[in-house]
């Protein structure tokens, strides 16, 4: 597994690793996108800053993220981590939205606070998670992107104030566009989910199909049939299995899984071509299926048929009964 891990696995965690350090990089954003806001901000807000206010609009964020550490320390075991990152990033955009659209102090001040809170949560769980899931022998390096994610975030902030300011209003560019970073952290949860997805959909379909086909066996070679069905069902898994780790090396995992869903494509277009539907039908109309080939259109026109009697069925009995 370790050349698997080290090559192609490890490219995986590196990315839920970046996403996860957001958290750092808005929390090193946040402490010197402030700066700039107090510099910029001029009477945007229908008032000059007094040196009060401007220390209210710096510290309100640290009294947010206080809250926000306090709230993420109580879910982190009750939701799960991946929650509790995304909600941070969550808090963290619309608190940059509020900023970037506010008027007047007090609801400057109100995006500052929630801001914090999202960086409170975001910055405290980050460094549990990439430390959580990072592999022994790189744990060191990918606990490290969170500290990097900081410092990168700062730099950021910086450019940004420079490149704003002597724009009209170029303070709000500074605090909206911190909403950007923050939707990464979505992107990599997202990420996650689908292959939670995929596993998910794996199970509640092609992983129960084999189990289900022996009702298309007639009765006198039913055992035979379904023996050759969970034969085919173990054999694929024998071959997968054994070369799943070599095809990951060889063809990287975009191409193993592209040559799976290609496989699983072929398989689509054979049940569509070759296995009739057989809900609602008895074994024996099941057998006289099978008597047309395979007997696709044949069951559909028989599933129609039934359709039919049935509800003329409820209308000779409705007649009946008025």
């Known amino acids: 597994m370790d050349p698997i891990e080290d090559k192609y696995g490890g490219v995986f965690i590196w990315l839920l690793t970046c996403s996860a350090a957001v958290g750092g990089l808005l929390f090193g954003y946040d402490l010197i996108v402030i700066s700039g806001i107090l510099v910029m901000v001029k009477d945007d807000l229908g008032e000059t800053l007094t040196s009060n206010k401007q220390e209210l609009l710096t510290s309100i964020a640290s009294g947010g993220a206080f809250i926000g550490a ?48 999202g960086i409170g949560e975001a910055a405290m769980v980050a460094p549990i998670y990439i430390a ?79 189990w289900q086909g022996n009702e298309l066996f007639p009765m006198e070679v039913r055992s035979l049939g379904t023996m050759m069905l969970t034969l085919t069902c173990w054999g694929s898994n024998i071959v997968v299995s054994s070369t799943y780790l070599s095809m990951m090396k060889k063809f990287t995992p975009t191409g193993a899984f592209g040559f799976y869903a290609g496989l699983t494509f072929v398989g689509w277009i054979a049940i569509v071509l070759c296995y009739p539907e057989v809900s609602g039908l008895t074994l024996e109309e099941i057998k006289d299926v099978f008597r047309h080939g395979f007997g696709v259109r044949y069951s559909v026109r028989m599933q129609k048929d039934r359709k039919l009697a049935v509800k003329e069925k409820k209308v000779l009995r409705h007649e009946l009964s008025s």
């Open 70 to 117: 306090l709230i993420a320390g109580v879910l982190l075991d009750r939701v799960g981590r991946k929650i509790v990152i995304g909600l941070g990033a969550l808090v963290f955009t619309v608190g940059s939205i509020i900023q970037a659209t506010s008027f007047s102090l007090a609801q400057l001040t109100v995006g500052r606070f929630v801001v914090g809170l």
């Open 132 to 210: 959580e899931i990072s592999p022994a022998k790189i744990r060191g390096r990918l606990v490290t992107v969170d500290s990097l994610a900081i410092t990168g975030g700062e730099c950021i902030a910086n450019a940004l104030n420079i490149a704003f300011e002597h724009v009209s209003h170029g303070w709000r560019y500074s605090v909206g566009l911190a909403a950007v970073p923050s939707l990464l952290t979505w992107a990599g949860i997202v990420v996650l989910v689908c292959v939670i997805l995929f596993i998910a959909t794996n199970a509640l379909a092609l992983g129960n199909v084999p």
